[in-house]
């Protein structure tokens, strides 16, 4: 049933012993893969054992599943494009997907634009606080911590702490805020996320209301996601009881404090833009924007940037060909067009070479532009995006009339 919780471990000895939480996800994909409700697995996995460098794998031997378990921190994988991209937007597959929730909001924005069939997809949400750019991490730890990044076999981000565990057992631990304020810890579009638990999958995993590490909080989206936890159960994969007060009410809290430091974080990027005039804000946009090399990364990487013919490559007339830096508008234009369906995943950001910092830009306007329409990206598939809606001129004109106002 929608809306159910659970509490939930898995019953495999193996699972067990490497896994976190009690293994349940990797149990549930296990099931999903052996009794055929999915043709394969998409989740994600460390390269060569190494932490810091993850990569999506499309599993579909059941055995193999067990790989993927544990928490990668140091890991945005493109879930979304990478189902659009390298498998037909699940068009000939049934695939089950761990998503956080920005991965989870970007399928949903491309499902509605018909790039991917959603019906194939079991959506296994992993609730998610951030995750850290590997290199400037692998610093961090060399630097804050003071050990060799290579003897660190688990992070864990607990609301205002970073702790990290060794080979030999020892966890040291650092408040994140610190690390932050030097640049350190949760990429940036991370911090502001509000976003923790992806609602809009089938199911949501995490730790948050869990009393020890041997469970694994489950929250239940859809039909879909209810009838995978039942079946599951029924076929002895996993064991559920059910969360007691005390459980819902941390979970509860944790989910609010995590929101609470995100408006914080959201508080501190703007405050400063809000405080110069217009006329100097133009201008810091525009000194940010004079910097881009035409390198098309923040294209070529957004997962909702879907467009087959860009409106951006030379041959449209709208920038010309060749031309190095390019336009100051280039990085704008591309930006108005993804504007209504971004979902704040700071991939644009990760791979600028020129360090724009287009997710604080995009997350400005979406903020602006969900107050004007009403509309949030990613959250329900069968909202029409803003720029999609049909409206009649007066509703139109209120529209203009207001963000004109802003
Ligand atoms: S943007 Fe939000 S959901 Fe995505 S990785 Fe960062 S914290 Fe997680
Ligand atoms: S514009 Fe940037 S933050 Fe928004 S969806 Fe695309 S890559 Fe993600
Ligand atoms: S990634 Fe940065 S430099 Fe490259 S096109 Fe986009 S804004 Fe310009």
Known sequence: MKG???????????????????????????????????DAVLAVKA???????CTPVLITNPEKVIETSGSLHCASPNIARYIKEYLDGALYLKIAVTCKPCDAMAIIELAKRNQIKLD??????????????????????????????????REDIEEDKLTITLKDGTEKVKNLDEL??????????????????????????????????????????SDKGSDLIEESIKAGYIKVEQPDNIALKTRKRKKEDAIKRAKKWQRRDFTTLKKITLNERLNYWFGQFNQCIKCFGCIDVCPICYCEDCYLEAD????????????????????????????????????CPMEIPLSQLTFMLNRELAKIFKYKPG????????????????????????SLAR
Request: proline share 5%; hydrophobic share 35%.
């Open 180 to 221: 932050e304020k030097k640049g350190y810890g949760r990429r940036e579009n991370c911090r502001r996320c509000e976003v923790n638990i992806p609602t809009m999958a089938d199911i949501s995993c995490g730790k948050w209301g869990v009393m020890d590490e041997k469970e694994t909080f489950i929250e239940v989206f």
């Open 379 to 402: 959250v329900d598939v069968n909202a029409i995006p803003p720029l999609r809606a049909p409206g009649t001129e007066e509703e139109l004109r209120t529209v203009v009339l207001n």
């Open 4 to 38: 159910e919780m659970h509490l939930a471990w898995s019953t495999d000895g193996e699972i067990l012993k490497r896994a976190e939480y009690g293994g349940a996800v990797t149990s549930l994909l296990k099931f999903a893969l052996e009794y055929k409700w999915v």
């Open 47 to 53: 390269r060569n054992g190494k932490r810091y460098g």
């Open 120 to 153: 194939n997809l079991l959506l296994i949400g992993i609730n998610c606080t951030g995750t850290l750019i590997p290199n400037r991490t692998k610093r961090m730890i060399k630097e804050e911590f003071g050990v060799d990044p290579d003897d660190v076999v």
């Open 316 to 351: 449209r007339d709208l920038v010309t060909g060749g031309e190095v830096p390019p336009d100051v508008l280039f990085p704008m234009i591309r930006i108005a067009h993804v504007m209504d369906s971004c979902v704040n995943c700071g991939q644009c950001q990760d791979v």
